[in-house]
């Protein structure tokens, strides 16, 4: 009797860190089921630039839309500025509308394409979509979270690599970042043109 409740005092205690650590001080915007903020005045935008990476090819991972269309990452034959974020991640609620303006601005230059690590898929990736009114990003997303293993499993959301047209990566952002500035377009623009010297 006194083991077993050790032990049930053990497991209750590991439980409690264990949400305690889920918490990040936000009220219910870190919840699956929750949805976040349209808009907040409170997220800032303070992703870092790491080139530790560059070099690194796009993984081969294949991404669904909603209809059920397939995209092999690997095979996509153009500079590319792959996005991971999700419906329940504030800071990615917040990048999503700056990244639609910087695929409108950057067509043709590079592809932006937006992937969603939400394990309901479609499901909530769609009715996001329809609220927001993002025309320029794709609606990609990555049921197995296939793409958050390859990046270490489970990066902190946003993640956003620019890959150059032959697929290797540039560099990343770690974090939410203002892509509607002149800065991130020029940070752009200048890792592909600096890549095919």
Not at 4 to 29: I, M, Y
Not at 100 to 128: I, Q, Y
């Amino acid at each position: 009797m006194a083991k077993s409740r050790l032990f049930l005092s053990v497991f209750a205690g590991l439980a409690a860190s264990t949400l305690a650590a889920c918490d990040n001080g936000e009220e219910d915007t870190a919840q699956e089921n929750v949805a976040p903020p349209v808009e907040s005045g409170t997220i800032e935008l303070t992703g870092t630039l790491d080139e530790e990476y560059a070099g690194t090819s796009i993984p081969e991972v294949t991404v669904v839309n909603p209809a059920g269309e397939k995209l092999l990452l690997s095979e996509v034959g153009e500079p590319v500025l792959l996005n991971l974020w999700a419906t329940w991640c504030a800071p990615c609620v917040v990048e999503m509308p700056l990244l639609d303006n910087l695929a409108a601005e950057l067509k043709g230059k590079v592809r932006v394409l937006t992937v969603s690590e939400d394990m309901r898929g479609a499901e909530v990736v769609e009715p996001f979509f329809v609220e927001r009114d993002l025309p320029n990003l794709p609606q990609w997303l990555d049921p197995d979270n296939e793409l958050a293993f390859t990046f270490g499993g489970g990066p902190v959301l946003p993640l956003t690599v620019l890959y150059d047209a032959d697929g290797n990566e540039l560099w990343r952002v770690i974090g939410a970042y203002d892509w509607d500035t002149e800065e991130a377009r020029a940070m752009v623009l200048d890792a592909l043109a600096a890549s095919e010297t």
